[in-house]
């Protein structure tokens, strides 16, 4: 699997495994737990070392689970998580609370890449909820850590007034919305960008162009979408619940595709 060397010299597989709806009654993202791993089981099966998982996801156990029926060391394995700041942030202590819930739902003893999972509007808040993760990360707890949708203005509160610069900011990247500014500044600061929902955002139209490049590789459009994202250094987490398709999302390392080909794919 090709990595990307973070600014702290930790490597991230290019291609990990969404997991939101694993587990799930229904795949659906508000579904029971279904008591099972099978998605999971599968991706690891098909060779994914790199698992997405949240706490907002309520199925870190799910992905733990996984992990241990594997067999595999846990080093093997990379690990992230997100720090649930969706309705704001209740304090250090909640902030700790939290993560010790996480490491154990995960069964871990350190997760590789911990990211606050939104940013909200208080930024002295932001920054306290930031050196909580920087306390993890010195005691070795978190190997890496970054956000995820954060903007240009929240990225400079941390960058201006943090003690650690965010390893990676998680963002939306796909054919509809493609961000290329972000993913610009992301890279000017050397911080590493991962794409949620890679997938998302195609038209009929575009799956046409897509798949027409992809003809010229024995490719699928989602494989070629993948592709082009890995090309401009984004870090990409598909997911699905088909064991086939999961396995093509990592066929994606033999071929490059043409300047042309890119041109096509950036105007979609």
Known sequence: MKTIKLNNNVEIPVIGSGTNTYGKVG????GALRGDSQEIDWAIENGYRHFDAAQVYA?????????????????DFFITT???????????????????????K??????????????????????????????????????SIGVSNFEKAHLDV?????????????IESHAGKWNEELIAYNKANDIATVAWSPLKGVDENGKQVLQEIGNLYGKTYAQILLRYQIERDVIVIPKSHNKDRQAQSLDILDFELTANDRERIAVL
Do not use: C, M
């Open 158 to 170: 941390i960058l201006e007034n943090g003690k650690i610069k965010p390893a990676v900011n998680q």
């Open 82 to 104: 997100k720090l649930n700041t969706f309705e704001g942030f209740a304090g250090r202590d909640w902030a700790v609370s939290e993560i010790e819930k996480s490491l154990e």
């Open 106 to 143: 995960l069964g871990t003893d350190y997760i590789d890449l911990f990211l606050i999972h939104a940013p909200w509007d208080n930024n002295e808040e932001i920054l306290e909820a930031w050196s909580v993760l920087e306390d993890y990360y010195n005691r070795g707890v978190f190997k």
């Open 27 to 30: 795949h659906e993202y508000t």
């Open 59 to 75: 199925n870190e156990e799910i992905v733990g689970n996984g992990l241990k029926k594997s067999a595999l060391p846990r080093e």
